[in-house]
């Protein structure tokens, strides 16, 4: 309703992402296109696909309830000069989100985290359904390219067959044949240009709502493969740093002298005798700000557990309302062409 008009190239769109990642942990954002595949980074058919793969990602960004309100968001579509416009994105780079999940903006401004012993399991079977997704739909689209090169050749060899037929007519009209003898040469011509047409539509069809639609699905699921091992790392952080800190206060608490603890000396609050007698006790107030620090990392951890599964959830509906429309859209272009087919065929008969 504004409408913005702004020039962005490639890596703009790249920073978009990267800042959306950084500002929204645990959050799925969109994958972007490949910038470029060998030596395809120029060729027509290519820049075709991105620009296709990345108006999709655009779409998907601004309908977001969480990206659509961003400051990121809304200079990356609004700045209509490009110095101000990279002075700004610049600016964003700089800065350094939040480690307190307490401060991280949400919806409902209401921040909930998971922690138990499923949650592991739970990742790990995800993991390994994406990977498995990824290794079928490689596959798929494979055969898909295989199938759009095969139709290709199919329609390039009607087209000479046509031709052949066309040459005959011209043929059978100059030696002054029956006329139903030419005739037949060009309603048989004409049969394998109709029919070249139907198969050249079906080809675009099951490029652009087969093999192109699979392919982002694929790039999809990277990308939230990509989320579950940015958790997986945290969680690994998270045991690391519980284990060094462990060790050090079990070390500390050894030398049974509160003076090397580490602890707040003006808290009035701490029974010091009991610092010696309470184990439990000691370990609360032992080393004070690695436990705060651990706090944080155990706190983004639950935060990713929560908001991945949520994510998580929000996709695979997506990805159903998403298919049914996919295919609906398909089969409604697809089945005319059939009868085209048909129509031409009948008509050859009689």
């Known amino acids: 309703p504004f409408g913005w008009k702004v020039e962005r190239r490639y890596s703009h769109f790249d920073w978009l992402r990267k800042l959306l ?12 296109p490949n910038k470029k595949i060998g030596n395809k980074r120029f060729t027509d058919k290519f820049i075709e696909k991105r620009m296709k793969f990345l108006n999709i990602f655009i779409n998907n960004v ?3 309830e969480n990206f659509k309100a961003s400051p990121i968001l809304v200079s990356f579509l609004s700045y209509t000069d490009r110095g101000k416009f990279d002075s700004k994105f610049k600016e964003y780079q700089t800065q350094t989100p939040s480690p307190y999940v307490e401060e991280y903006k949400t919806l409902d401004g209401i921040i909930t985290i ?8 739970y990742f790990k079977n995800i993991n390994h359904y994406f990977s498995v997704q990824e290794t079928i739909l490689d596959k798929v689209n494979f055969n898909l390219k295989t199938l759009n090169h095969n139709m290709n050749i199919v329609c390039e060899l009607i087209k000479v067959i046509q031709k052949n037929f066309e040459v005959l007519k011209i043929l059978n009209t100059r030696v002054v044949m029956k006329p139903s003898i030419t005739k037949t040469y060009e309603e048989i011509a004409c049969f394998f240009k109709n029919w070249g047409r ?3 539509k079906q080809k675009d069809l099951i490029k652009n709502h087969m ?5 982002y699905v694929n790039l999809e699921g990277k990308a939230y493969s990509e989320l579950i091992t940015r958790r997986e790392e945290l969680n690994e952080k998270y045991v690391a740093e519980k284990t060094r800190v462990t060790a050090k206060k079990e070390k500390l608490y050894a030398t049974g002298d509160i003076n090397k603890f580490e602890i707040n000396m003006e808290d009035l609050n701490i029974d010091r005798d009991r610092l010696l007698k309470d184990k439990t006790y000691a370990f609360e107030h032992i080393c004070l700000d690695d436990s705060r620090n651990l ?4 706190n983004q951890l639950g935060y990713a557990n929560k908001m991945n599964m949520r994510e998580l959830r929000k996709m695979i509906k997506e990805y159903c309302v998403r ?9 409604k272009e697809f089945y ?5 087919l048909l129509t031409t065929w009948t008509n050859i008969e009689s």
């Open 21 to 32: 990642l950084k500002f929204f942990p645990s959050f799925n954002v969109p994958p972007l």
């Open 62 to 64: 601004v309908k977001s």
């Open 114 to 121: 998971s922690l138990d012993e499923k949650n592991e399991k």
């Open 198 to 200: 139907v198969l050249t």
């Open 211 to 215: 093999k192109d639609f699979f392919k």
């Open 295 to 298: 706090d944080k990392i155990h």
């Open 323 to 331: 298919f049914v429309d996919n295919i609906d859209e398909f089969s």
């Open 336 to 340: 005319p062409t059939i009868n085209d």
